[in-house]
């Protein structure tokens, strides 16, 4: 194992924010992710998982312990299921099954960062999720050292939720997903569409972590209220957090170099390159406050800490 010190965690995000992390190790395989669980266990170190890094805020402080890295590995198909390690981009996978001559999942074009993450959180995008594609995912329990199949109805899917959202213990690394039979030119359209429809409505070449907060369930008078003046259903009976934070007059609303995006408020973004964490959580409390105060609505954060 190349274990590294002292290495900036800000270039390995989105956000680009954040101090340095003691040791990094980069893995592919669940026999390296399992190599590296045994490694700072002997050592009493403690330890984290980085994929993608597109949903993570780093602390400015860095993490005094080891970063798990999962990189880009490798991939199969078996007839129309893909399986995959943890550490593969979701776009590139979704490009390498179209090349197969399999779709069905194009609407998660664009959302950046690996399959394990995106397993981990349900990403999802224009209503499809990563649930809707699961076979199955392996993980490793990096408490026991052991590792297991997850069926898809065993990992407790919801809105961005998953088992392993409530079960960091457990490390992602592989996951099977089942496409469909689509012709390669028709996926890479699909796929096109979708990240152009992308381009339009959402931010996606910013320093951010995506959404920064989850759309909460909020009361049926603020349901109402936004179904009326958007005139959409509301989904599950929940309102998009950048609603609510455009309501409260925090659109545009900064803290340092951090800012609620005008675009997309839900998008906390590091718009000069040189916001801190701190700046970037003040500037969520400020947020979470004045939506609590205003619609009784207690946002939380989608983007994990770090
Ligand atoms: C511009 C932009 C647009 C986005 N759009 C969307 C969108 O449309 N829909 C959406 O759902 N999300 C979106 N996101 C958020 C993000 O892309 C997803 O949450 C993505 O699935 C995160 O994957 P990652 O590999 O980058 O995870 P990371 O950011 O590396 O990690 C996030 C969390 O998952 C954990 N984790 C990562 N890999 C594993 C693993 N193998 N096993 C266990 N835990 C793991 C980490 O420890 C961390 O807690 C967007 C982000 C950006 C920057």
Redesign the pocket.
């Known amino acids: 194992m190349d274990i590294r010190e002292h290495i900036p965690l800000a270039p390995l995000?989105?956000f680009h924010i954040g101090g340095g992390a003691r040791y990094v190790v980069e893995v592919k395989s669940e026999e390296e992710v399992g190599a590296a669980v045994a490694y700072a266990r002997d050592r009493r170190l403690p330890f984290?998982?980085?994929?993608?890094?597109?949903?993570?805020l780093v602390s400015d402080s860095g993490f005094d312990g080891l970063v798990i890295h999962?990189v880009s590995g490798s991939f199969s198909f078996e007839g129309d299921v893909l399986t995959a390690q943890?550490?593969c981009n979701?776009l590139a996978l979704i490009h390498a099954a179209a090349k197969n001559n399999l779709g069905g999942w194009e609407k998660l074009a664009?959302?950046?960062?690996?399959i394990?993450?995106?397993?981990?959180?349900?990403?999802?995008?224009f209503g499809s999720e990563m649930k809707d594609f699961l076979v199955s995912a392996r993980?490793i329990d990096s408490v026991a050292g052991e590792a297991r199949e997850f069926a898809a109805s065993e990992c407790d899917f919801s809105y961005?939720h998953s088992f392993?959202k409530d079960n960091?213990q457990?490390?992602?690394?592989s996951a099977q997903v089942r496409l469909v039979q689509t012709a390669r030119e028709e996926s890479e359209r699909l796929a096109a569409e979708t990240i152009a429809e992308?381009e339009k409505r959402?931010?996606?070449?910013?320093r951010?972590?995506?959404?920064y907060f989850m759309n909460p369930i909020a009361p049926p008078e603020v349901v109402a209220l936004f179904e009326q003046e958007k005139e959409v259903r509301a989904r599950e009976g929940r309102v998009p957090a950048g609603w609510l934070i455009e309501k409260v007059g925090m659109k545009g609303a900064r803290v340092g170099g951090a800012k609620a995006s005008e675009q997309h408020p839900n998008?906390l973004v590091n718009e000069s390159g040189s916001a801190t964490a701190h700046d970037v959580r003040t500037l969520a409390q400020h947020i979470k406050d004045a939506v609590h105060m205003r619609f009784g609505v207690v946002l939380k954060e989608?983007a994990?800490m770090?």
Do not use: D, K, M
Not at 48 to 56: A, E
Not at 110 to 114: A, D, W
Not at 208 to 211: D, H, R, V
């Open positions: 995000t989105t984290t998982v980085l994929g993608g890094g597109s949903n993570v999962i943890a550490g979701v664009g959302i950046p960062g690996s394990g993450g995106a397993v981990r959180g349900n990403a999802g995008a993980a961005r392993f960091p457990w490390i992602i690394t992308r959402h931010l996606q070449h910013v951010a972590a995506g959404s998008y989608e994990a770090l």
